[in-house]
């Protein structure tokens, strides 16, 4: 009698060995991209402190520089402007820098977290302005969790969109 040889699979052990190996070669690139996505995420994030602290850095050592001669020039005025240049730049970078380790922080995944982040921001500057506040936010849109970039997109244009209308 000719049986089979105990070498060669049976076309059935074949398929399920080939769908075993092909779920394990999907599995390994799903993995690689979420790596990716999150490897570009920390590069965009990177240029975008890059890009805040060295431009706002640059500007405080110029006008700092600037400053310094006013003040050996006896021009306290013109001093006194750059040092509000140099403030008001400071107080920026730190507001910028804040946005953005906000906006990867996993605790603030959801749209709700945004909702209270920006209707703190109105209400304190709507106050100073003695403007009254009102918000009214759609209950589904609470349960919504954008991706990081997606969050930080929508806080950022919100909280323009805010800084617009107070003005």
């Not at 700092?64 to 006013?70: G, N």
């Not at 959801?110 to 506040?133: H, P, T, V």
Request: some cysteine; aromatic content about 6%; hydrophobic content about 35%.
């Amino acid at each position: 009698a000719q049986g089979r040889s105990p070498l060669r699979a049976s076309p059935s052990n074949r398929l399920s060995q080939s769908l075993t190996e092909l779920k394990l070669a999907q599995e390994q690139l799903i993995k690689t991209e979420t790596e990716k996505e999150a490897e570009n995420i920390r590069l965009r994030i990177s240029r975008d402190i890059h890009d805040e602290v060295g431009a706002t850095l640059s500007g405080v050592a110029l006008f700092s520089e600037i400053a310094k001669q006013k003040m050996k020039e006896h021009k306290e005025k013109e001093t006194g402007e750059y040092l509000q240049y140099i403030s008001d730049n400071s107080k920026e970078m730190v507001e910028k820098m804040s946005d953005i380790i906000w906006t990867i922080n996993p605790k603030n995944d959801s749209f709700e977290r945004i909702i209270f982040k920006l209707q703190s921001y109105a209400m304190n500057l709507c106050e100073g302005k003695g403007i009254q506040l009102h918000f009214d936010i759609d209950e589904v849109l609470r349960t919504y969790s954008p991706a990081m970039q997606t969050r930080k997109n929508i806080y950022l244009l919100m909280k323009e969109a805010i800084n617009n209308a107070v003005k």
